[in-house]
């Protein structure tokens, strides 16, 4: 499976991104899907997860209110809607799948990776 991450880029403190994630499989649907982030100098850290039905996500407390992450099976697409972003949002996105349906927080239990996509909050 191939990810493609894009969405990235630089906006100012309480505004919003989308980040999307396209896959190159088509059995899409069974792969559970994840973002992580990691901010310079820092270690790789969970952010959100989805179930490869959709029908349920989990956030890190860091992000939990903020952030939304959804998917459209059909276009084999998963997305990161971000709201109110901060300073300490600044990094690079990695979507992630993993060959089963079921979510988890480490990034060790995914299989498959995107190059990333920067994001920078500007205070």
């Known amino acids: 499976v191939q990810l493609q991450a894009s969405g990235g880029g630089l906006v100012q403190a309480g505004g919003s991104l989308r980040l999307s994630c396209t896959a190159s499989?088509?059995?899409?649907?069974?792969?559970?899907t994840a973002w992580f982030r990691q901010a310079p100098g820092k270690a790789r850290e969970f952010v959100a997860a989805i179930v490869g039905s959709g029908d349920y996500t989990l956030y890190s407390n860091s992000v939990k209110g903020r952030f939304t992450m959804s998917r459209d099976n059909a276009k084999n697409m998963v997305y990161l809607q971000m709201n109110s972003l901060k300073p300490e949002d600044t990094a690079v996105f990695y979507c992630?799948?993993?060959?089963?349906?079921?979510?988890?927080?480490?990034?060790?239990?995914?299989?498959?990776w995107g190059q990333g996509t920067l994001v920078t909050v500007s205070s």
């Open positions: 992630a799948a993993r060959r089963l349906a079921l979510i988890r927080t480490k990034a060790d239990d995914y299989d498959y």
């Open positions: 499989e088509r059995a899409f649907g069974n792969y559970a």
